[in-house]
């Protein structure tokens, strides 16, 4: 049971444009939502967070977007740069037990054609 | 400011063998988490341990244990090794104070099971 889906695998976009990368969720007590970046050979490494009592979150370049009704979340970049490709992973914090754990989605690969 | 560290990089074992996996947190950071992540999936959460008692668990069976130190390293412990277990395994530091716990990740230890 995936709780935590990112539907598309892989996205291409042009250098300079927007790529806009997906999630849905289906637990209503996840209460932070994260995307982390991940290079080959590397750890994933955070990118941005949300709280569920917000709605957008903006660091630079990035901006995370979150529809509770919807349960959707979407991560955008703007302009997109060569370095941005890379996996990109959705992430969920699940309080329900008290105590917290994380749900990854399985990752969207982005690749920024130049 | 040293980041997540983990050892070894690689590790090649063989079916029935046992395995330790190691970790340092970032510095000042008082909880460690675990994943597990197979290949084209996101990571999987195996267990988490704040003031060296395991606090949560993921859905993994008893061959995987782990330990935490008074300096708040840790260590994975996965016995009677499957192929299965063949996987990137992935240790993340929070400071469970700041309410947000945003994890970090160290680069992972990659095993493969003959």
């Known amino acids: 049971d995936q709780q935590v889906k990112q539907n598309s695998p892989s996205l291409s976009v042009q250098e300079g444009r927007i790529s806009i990368l997906n999630c849905d969720y289906t637990n209503s007590m996840f209460d932070y939502f994260l995307w982390y970046k991940k290079y080959p050979a590397e750890g994933p490494t955070f990118l941005i967070s949300i709280s569920s009592i917000k709605d957008k979150n903006e660091d630079g370049r990035f901006t995370v977007f979150l529809n509770k009704s919807a349960k959707h979340l979407s991560l955008h970049i703007v302009p997109s740069q060569p370095g941005d490709s890379a996996v990109y992973f959705c992430?969920?914090?699940?309080?329900?037990?008290?105590?917290?754990?994380?749900?990854f989605g399985t990752g969207t690969r982005l690749k920024v054609l130049a | 400011d040293a980041g997540v560290t983990q050892s070894p990089t690689h590790l090649i074992k063989t079916r029935g063998q046992q395995v330790t996996l190691r970790c340092s947190p970032k510095?000042?950071?008082?909880?460690v988490s675990w994943y597990q992540q197979a290949l084209g999936q996101g990571p999987q959460f195996i267990f988490q341990?704040?003031?060296?008692?395991?606090?949560q668990r993921g859905n993994f069976p008893d061959r995987f244990s782990g330990h935490q130190f008074p300096n708040y390293s840790s260590e994975l412990n996965v016995n009677a090794l499957w192929l299965g277990d063949s996987a990137l395994y992935l240790c993340a530091s929070s400071l469970a104070r700041t309410g947000r716990e945003t994890q970090y990740f160290g680069p992972g230890t990659r095993l493969l099971v003959l």
């Open positions: 341990y704040y003031e060296e008692e395991e606090r």
């Open positions: 510095s000042g950071h008082d909880t």
């Open positions: 992430a969920a914090r699940d309080i329900t037990s008290g105590t917290y754990k994380y749900i």
